[in-house]
């Protein structure tokens, strides 16, 4: 069966959730087939997440534009969030990382207040 959209897929779950005859029993089995639903995608969905990927790698190729030995983290950061939300967004899904230089390479590094120093060339993390 094609799914059209999650309703379709909840039509077919809460059936076997409420087919239970014990509440415990219920919650269990729909916190099994929750993860299962995140999966499913209605083609609103889909559209909605191609859209965010192109405002993403949009804001990302200015920031390329822009990057530079010499330039603030900080500024890069607020640039990808400028243009993001200049597209469009109401929010960021996460908080911008920007780095460079050693703490290019430190994974979910935050604190964005250093400037970009080194030479052409360098690595930095956004």
Not at 109 to 125: C, L, P, T
Request: net charge positive.
């Amino acid at each position: 069966m094609q799914c059209v959209g999650p309703a379709v897929v909840m039509l077919q779950v809460v059936p076997l959730c409420t087919a239970q005859t014990a509440q415990s029993n219920q919650k269990a089995m729909c916190r099994l087939l929750r993860p299962r639903l995140r999966w499913v995608k209605s083609v609103g969905e889909m559209n909605l997440m191609r859209s965010s990927a192109t405002v993403a790698a949009d804001a990302m190729q200015r920031c390329i534009q822009l990057s530079h030995t010499g330039v603030h983290e900080r500024f890069l950061a607020t640039e990808f969030e400028y243009q993001v939300k200049l597209a469009g967004a109401s929010r960021l899904a996460y908080p911008v990382v920007a780095g460079g230089g050693p703490d290019a390479c430190t994974i979910h590094y935050s604190r964005n207040d250093k400037q970009v120093g080194g030479q052409e060339g360098d690595w930095r993390q956004l």
